[in-house]
């Protein structure tokens, strides 16, 4: 199977993810028979994503108002990021988390 293959039919179930935590459990459900990488890669940045908003909702609430409103709005704009690079069939990594996330749900295949 070539790239374009895995991104073309794995590109419905990517864009899915990011639509909420229930956009990701559906996506990464419907594609565990089909083991599509474009999905799973786009599946842990979503999870990152959603590591990121708690952590900003914990900020908000505990530490700064405004800190965790920045930091909302910081995962608001890598959300964004994260989709456009689904919706136009690309591996477009989360800026200096992406990585980090990929590394740490790599055991998502």
């Known amino acids: 199977m070539t790239q374009n293959t895995i991104i073309k039919e ?8 990011y639509f909420t935590i229930f956009g990701l459990l559906i996506a990464v ?15 842990r940045q979503m999870i990152g ?3 990121m908003v708690a952590f900003s909702n914990i900020c908000e609430k505990y530490v700064d108002s405004i800190f965790g409103t920045i930091l909302y709005f910081i995962t608001f704009a890598a959300w964004v990021h994260s989709l456009l690079g689904a919706i136009n069939g690309k591996y477009q990594l989360i800026p200096y988390l992406g990585p980090i996330f990929q590394d740490w749900f790599k055991s998502l295949k």
């Open 10 to 17: 794995g590109k419905t179930l990517a864009i899915v993810n």
């Open 29 to 43: 459900s419907l594609n565990i028979e089909k083991r599509n990488p474009f999905v799973f890669f786009h599946a």
């Open 49 to 51: 994503l959603i590591i």
